[in-house]
């Protein structure tokens, strides 16, 4: 079992920056992935960035040149940098973890205003 901690939410003007952390509760072993998913009011949870065990990355359209997914294996952590933020932006943000199954942390509010 692992358990996912999330930190770095809140309240942020549109064109602000805020940084999201997620800390696995033990060192991870093999090949994983580790990344966010969001979900705003009304719309589905949808995949917000991915980064695997050796540093390939991947994001949604909606992200891309704004976010930048990062991760320290030494610390067990994955970040999330967030740029340029818009108010489209607001959501709960999930942290997961892919290795063998998946764990997700218990998510964190995001909120941009205008």
């Known amino acids: 079992q692992v358990q996912l901690a999330e930190s770095g939410g809140g309240l942020v003007q549109a064109g602000g920056s805020l940084r999201l952390s997620c800390a696995a509760s033990?060192?991870?072993?093999?090949?994983?992935?580790m990344g966010w998913h969001r979900q705003a009011p009304g719309n589905q949870r949808e995949l917000v960035a991915i980064?695997?065990?050796?540093?390939?990355?991947n994001y949604a359209d909606s992200v891309k040149g704004r976010f930048t997914i990062s991760r320290d294996n030494t610390k067990n952590t994955v970040y999330l940098q967030m740029d340029s933020l818009k108010p489209e932006d607001t959501a709960v943000y999930y942290c997961f973890l892919t290795i063998g199954g998946t764990y997700w942390g218990q998510g964190t509010q995001v909120t941009v205003s205008s």
């Open positions: 033990r060192r991870l072993f093999g090949l994983n992935a």
């Open positions: 980064i695997t065990s050796g540093g390939v990355t």
